[in-house]
């Protein structure tokens, strides 16, 4: 099984600055890795897909970077709605694995 | 517009038995390939199991492999999950996905969710 390891666990941003979360596979995913977001209470959402493929209706201010075993999503300019919990997903080998997320709180 | 509604959640006793579904609409639901993915509370994602369009090719996660059987009903447009032998770990919500991949057996990413249901074990 793959293992994600996400980090930080926590990130306290001010709005409007830049927010960058990391994301490692145990062993090589290629370009098979995806973000969503999770605010509370609701379904996860699809942010990111093939490492940097934004999905449908996600700004631009999210983007997705990395390869093998490293990745990162970075958001450039943190508004109000992006305070969420992020968690990385592998779907390169099954069992498919998610992270364990990073949750980016306001500073 | 898609929608994904699960219904059948509830409490249960260790050992008991549960039946979810997932009602699809918006989209040609034969098309795609579908997940479970569930949550425990306060905890983080975990991947569940996942049917091709067909049925043809249907994975489970190790910890429930043997316990829970996913079905679909292409003809209902509607996904099932079988939940037996049921444990307290199994406490979460649980989320239908529809999976991006359009090629049999492989999962791209889940680009829809339910709102889920929550699925509670105890005495």
């Known amino acids: 099984e793959i293992v994600m390891t996400q980090s930080p666990v926590t990130l306290s941003v001010s709005p409007g600055e830049r927010a960058t979360l990391s994301c490692r596979a145990s062993?090589?995913?290629?370009?098979?890795l995806a973000w969503y977001q999770q605010n509370p209470g609701q379904a996860p959402r699809l942010l990111i897909y093939g490492v940097s493929v934004r999905a449908t209706g996600i700004p631009a201010r999210f983007s997705g970077s990395g390869s093998g075993t490293e990745f990162t999503l970075t958001i450039s300019s943190l508004q109000s709605e992006d305070f969420a919990v992020y968690y990385c997903?592998?779907?390169?080998?099954?069992?498919?694995?998610f992270g364990g997320g990073t949750k980016v709180e306001i500073k | 517009e898609v929608q994904l509604v699960e219904s059948g959640g509830g409490l249960v006793k260790p050992g008991g038995s549960l039946r979810l579904s997932c009602a699809a609409s918006?989209?040609?639901?034969?098309?795609?390939?579908m997940n479970w993915v569930r949550q425990a509370p306060g905890k983080g994602l975990e991947w569940v199991s996942f049917?091709?369009?067909?049925?043809?090719?249907?994975y489970y996660a190790d910890s429930v492999k043997g316990r829970f059987t996913i079905s679909r009903d292409n003809a209902k447009d509607s996904l099932y999950l079988q939940m037996n032998s049921l444990r307290a770990e199994d406490t979460a919500i649980y989320y239908c996905a529809r999976d991006r991949s359009l090629r049999g057996g492989y999962s791209y990413g889940y680009d829809y969710w339910g709102q889920g249901t929550l699925v509670t074990v105890s005495p």
């Open positions: 049917i091709g369009t067909s049925s043809s090719y249907i």
């Open positions: 918006g989209f040609t639901f034969s098309s795609y390939m």
């Open positions: 062993q090589s995913v290629s370009n098979n």
């Open positions: 997903q592998q779907y390169n080998n099954w069992p498919l694995t």
